[in-house]
């Protein structure tokens, strides 16, 4: 079992910058697939960035040059910078990790930007 615990989230203003942290309960090394989502009420739920086993990032088209993915291992902690934030970046933001093939969320932190 892996728990996913969710921070960083809040209110912030266009063009202001957030963090996101994904405490895990494993090590970083063993989870073989990492990644953030995000989802607003009535919406399809989207893969914003995600950081796989060797080191591959791939990131949504909407956030590429904004976002940035990282993990640090000695932690156990997989991060999200947020720059340049839109409001329609306005989600819920939810960890996910894979777990000798099974699928784990974080409760997920709210993420609101005001125009």
């Known amino acids: 079992q892996v728990q996913l615990v969710e921070s960083g989230g809040g209110l912030v203003q266009a063009g202001g910058s957030l963090r996101l942290s994904c405490a895990a309960s494993?090590?970083?090394?063993?989870?073989?697939?990492m990644g953030w989502y995000r989802q607003d009420p009535g919406k399809q739920r989207e893969l914003v960035a995600g950081f796989t086993v060797g080191g591959r990032k791939n990131y949504a088209d909407s956030v590429k040059g904004r976002f940035i993915i990282s993990t640090d291992n000695a932690k156990n902690t997989l991060y999200l910078q947020m720059n340049s934030l839109k409001p329609e970046d306005t989600a819920i933001y939810y960890c996910?990790?894979?777990?000798?093939?099974?699928?784990?969320w974080g409760q997920g932190t709210q993420v609101t930007v005001s125009s």
């Open positions: 494993e090590s970083i090394s063993s989870i073989t697939d």
């Open positions: 996910k990790a894979i777990w000798v093939g099974k699928q784990y």
